[in-house]
């Protein structure tokens, strides 16, 4: 009788098996070792700790050693001061860009680099208060600001409204009239911010003389109390006889968080445009927040004739960019002198209908040029810095 010899090779399913098990557990030591509670993450984490407290016991020694002696090499950092009338042009304040804590009188800041007596350079940014003892590390994203400061960029501008020039409409810029607002209205400025009634109350900005051929930035930063919808720059021509006198108009819309850029009657080609006739030569965009509340919101357009592009900032925060048609870009008006910018008013409808911004303005600027996303971001950073400085001075 013939003997059956024993199968001892792995079956190809026994393999398969294997190579799983072994692809999971290979998965599950990756996450172990890189994952947000992995072992690599903890150990950075704990040396990171551990560098922060060494640096702040280096800082807080520095401290001690000034007292103690006369030093110079133990006096470290810059000395900050409120913006205060006894202070003058002599005051330098840091702001905390997450959380807008503002730090002055009686702290010093140190920045990273800083050399320490027997220690070294700092890797982080701090704020100390020599009387008290305390010692604060910041976190990498921090504004300063001191006397003469600009709280935007100068090059290329326009129209500047911001909270330094705010209260003197004459500084706002050649070609910039102020309309609506009347001595003892109830509105205008109050030290902290302009208020606008929504009745007959903007800004028009002629261009005489201005290249706007390569394109534009407009940054607008207001709260909208009573909740309208806000019309932040349009290219406006006023007579009631002409049915449609808006070219170009920009608003926020503020139901559904979402800015709607219309340029003339043409097909704008965009893929933020509506795929219906009736809103082909809009452009929307939705954002993540809007102009009520307190603090308001801060939007930046850029529309970059040269290239055909439309990009949307939040809060200094890049949002999104479109192309468009050449022909909607220059046919709705951006670079025709003869027709001024308007800021809280625009044309509406298929019949002449005038709409007013109903706002607190906190800031506005036109540039004719497109600023870059830094140059945005820091514009952003400091204007809010300096307003936030404006409302706690007022609440002092």
Same mark, same amino acid.
């Given at each position: 009788?013939?003997?059956?010899?024993?199968?001892?090779?792995?079956?190809?399913?026994? =393999?398969?098996?294997?190579?799983?098990?072994?692809?999971?557990?290979?998965?599950?030591?990756?996450?172990?070792?890189?994952?947000?509670?992995?072992?690599? &993450?903890?150990?950075?984490?704990?040396?990171?700790?551990?560098?922060?407290?060494?640096?702040?016991?280096?800082?807080?020694?520095?401290?001690?050693?000034?007292?103690?002696?006369?030093?110079?090499?133990?006096?470290?950092?810059?000395?900050?001061?409120?913006?205060?009338?006894s202070n003058g042009d002599n005051w330098k304040i840091v702001s905390v860009n997450e959380t807008k804590e503002i730090y002055g009188t009686g702290w010093k800041?140190?920045? /990273?680099?800083? %050399?320490?007596?027997?220690?070294?350079?700092?890797?982080?940014?701090?704020?100390?208060?020599?009387?008290?003892?305390?010692?604060?590390?910041?976190?990498?994203?921090?504004?300063?600001?001191?006397?003469?400061?600009? =709280?935007?960029?100068?090059?290329?501008?326009?129209? %500047?409204? #911001?909270?330094? %020039?705010?209260?003197?409409?004459?500084?706002?810029?050649?070609?910039?009239?102020?309309?609506?607002?009347?001595?003892?209205?109830?509105?205008?400025?109050?030290?902290?911010?302009? /208020?606008?009634?929504? *009745?007959?109350?903007?800004?028009?900005?002629? &261009?005489?003389?201005?290249?706007?051929?390569?394109?534009?930035?407009?940054?607008?930063?207001?709260?909208?109390?009573?909740?309208? #919808?806000?019309?932040? =720059?349009?290219?406006?021509?006023? %007579?009631?006889?002409?049915?449609?006198?808006?070219?170009?108009?920009? *608003?926020?819309? *503020?139901?559904?968080?979402?800015?709607?850029?219309?340029?003339?009657?043409?097909?704008?080609?965009?893929?933020? /445009?509506?795929?219906?006739?009736?809103?082909?030569?809009?452009?929307? /965009?939705?954002?993540?927040?809007?102009?009520?509340?307190?603090?308001?919101?801060?939007?930046?357009?850029?529309? #970059?004739?040269?290239?055909? $592009?439309?990009?949307?900032?939040?809060?200094?925060?890049?949002?999104?960019?479109?192309?468009?048609?050449?022909?909607?870009?220059?046919?709705?008006?951006?670079?025709?002198?003869?027709?001024?910018?308007?800021?809280?008013?625009?044309?509406?409808?298929?019949?002449?209908?005038?709409?007013?911004?109903?706002?607190?303005?906190?800031?506005?600027?036109?540039y004719n040029k497109v600023l870059t996303s830094e140059e945005i971001k820091d514009n952003y950073n400091k204007t809010v810095t300096y307003h936030n400085v404006?409302?706690?001075?007022?609440? $002092?």
């Amino acid at each position: 009788m013939k003997k059956l010899r024993k199968n001892t090779g792995i079956t190809l399913i026994a =393999l398969v098996v294997t190579i799983v098990i072994l692809l999971i557990l290979a998965g599950v030591s990756i996450s172990m070792l890189t994952g947000h509670n992995g072992i690599l &993450t903890q150990a950075q984490n704990a040396k990171e700790e551990t560098e922060i407290a060494s640096e702040k016991e280096a800082i807080q020694l520095t401290i001690i050693n000034k007292e103690s002696t006369d030093n110079s090499k133990y006096d470290i950092g810059e000395e900050l001061r409120d913006r205060t009338l006894s202070n003058g042009d002599n005051w330098k304040i840091v702001s905390v860009n997450e959380t807008k804590e503002i730090y002055g009188t009686g702290w010093k800041y140190v920045d /990273k680099g800083t %050399n320490l007596e027997n220690y070294g350079e700092t890797k982080y940014k701090w704020v100390i208060n020599e009387e008290t003892g305390d010692v604060v590390r910041l976190p990498d994203e921090v504004t300063k600001l001191s006397y003469g400061d600009n =709280l935007g960029v100068k090059d290329g501008i326009v129209l %500047n409204v #911001d909270p330094i %020039n705010m209260g003197d409409n004459s500084s706002w810029g050649d070609g910039v009239t102020l309309y609506g607002v009347e001595e003892g209205d109830g509105y205008g400025w109050n030290g902290t911010e302009f /208020k606008f009634d929504g *009745q007959n109350d903007y800004i028009e900005v002629y &261009t005489d003389g201005v290249n706007i051929d390569s394109g534009i930035t407009f940054e607008f930063y207001c709260s909208a109390p009573n909740g309208r #919808d806000i019309f932040m =720059l349009g290219k406006t021509i006023r %007579n009631p006889e002409i049915s449609w006198t808006n070219k170009f108009r920009m *608003q926020f819309l *503020q139901s559904i968080k979402r800015l709607n850029c219309c340029m003339s009657g043409l097909d704008s080609m965009s893929d933020w /445009k509506e795929n219906n006739i009736l809103n082909k030569h809009w452009i929307k /965009k939705n954002v993540e927040g809007n102009f009520q509340g307190e603090d308001g919101g801060y939007i930046t357009v850029t529309a #970059d004739i040269k290239n055909n $592009k439309v990009a949307v900032y939040w809060n200094g925060e890049f949002k999104g960019e479109t192309t468009c048609s050449h022909d909607w870009m220059i046919n709705g008006g951006l670079t025709d002198s003869s027709i001024p910018f308007t800021i809280g008013l625009v044309i509406s409808g298929t019949s002449y209908s005038e709409n007013y911004s109903e706002i607190d303005l906190y800031a506005c600027r036109l540039y004719n040029k497109v600023l870059t996303s830094e140059e945005i971001k820091d514009n952003y950073n400091k204007t809010v810095t300096y307003h936030n400085v404006l409302v706690q001075d007022e609440n $002092k």
